[in-house]
T-cell receptor, first 109, second 115 residues
Framework: LAKTTQPISMDSYEGQEVNITCSHN???????ITWYQQFPSQGPRFIIQ???TKVTNEVASLFIPADRKSSTLSLPRVSLSDTAVYYC??????????FGAGTRLTVKP | EPEVTQTPSHQVTQMGQEVILRCVPI?????FYWYRQILGQKVEFLVS????????KSEIFDDQFSVERPDGSNFTLKIRSTKLEDSAMYFC?????????????FGPGTRLTVL
């Protein structure tokens, strides 16, 4: 499984766009990039998944450059309720996922 | 919206006792997982289960742990002889049969406290 590196923590303010970058230099050809969100005392929740270029859903966008060695999760106009830990995972579809430490995002008023 | 449910929400047990944590995955899902999260630490993969057998397990999932799908709806994790270090939040997850996505649906968790 590819190793991922992401910032331990980030701060932002309400209404701002937040970009969290994840490095995955040894990503394999059949790996997908998946992001999860976890609130305190809750299970992780799927946000978005992509293979290359850009993916957008109602919650976030995921930008993946051509070499796929990194990816950026973009959260538009964050609110206080977006305060959570965000995990970047890299694995083939249907494979078991191994969570890293994640990025603790704190959104301030 | 369908969801994964887990019972109990909190289990307190004495060291050395057996515990069974129960999960009801989403009904048409085929893949089932258990994870644990020690307070303040990362989510750790324990085991995955498909077609009535374990498909992968981590180094944490030793002989003290077992999983079972006793009927068409429940998925259980048994810890035979609990240790203090087993105190953690245990999450069950399930995913559908179309393996083009790594979208796993997590339950709310069972907080296990071993005294």
């Amino acid at each position: 499984l590819a190793k991922t590196t992401q910032p331990i923590s980030m701060d932002s303010y309400e209404g701002q766009e937040v970009n969290i970058t994840c490095s995955h230099n040894n990503i394999a050809t059949n790996d997908y990039i998946t992001w999860y969100q976890q609130f305190p005392s809750q299970g992780p929740r799927f946000i978005i998944q992509g293979y290359k270029t850009k993916v957008t859903n109602e919650v976030a966008s995921l930008f993946i450059p051509a070499d796929r060695k990194s990816s950026t999760l973009s959260l538009p106009r964050v609110s206080l309720s977006d305060t959570a830990v965000y995990y970047c995972l890299v694995a083939p579809p249907g494979n078991d996922m191994r969570f890293g430490a994640g990025t603790r995002l704190t959104v301030k008023p | 919206e369908p969801e994964v449910t887990q019972t109990p929400s909190h289990q307190v047990t004495q060291m050395g006792q057996e515990v069974i944590l129960r999960c009801v995955p989403i009904s048409n899902h085929l893949y089932f997982y258990w994870y644990r999260q020690i307070l303040g630490q990362k989510v750790e993969f324990l085991v995955s289960f498909y077609n009535n057998e374990i498909s992968e397990k981590s180094e944490i999932f030793d002989d003290q742990f077992s999983v079972e799908r006793p009927d068409g709806s429940n998925f259980t994790l048994k810890i035979r002889s609990t240790k203090l270090e087993d105190s953690a939040m245990y999450f069950c997850a399930s995913s559908g049969g179309v393996v083009t996505y790594n979208e796993q649906f997590f339950g709310p968790g069972t907080r296990l406290t071993v005294l």
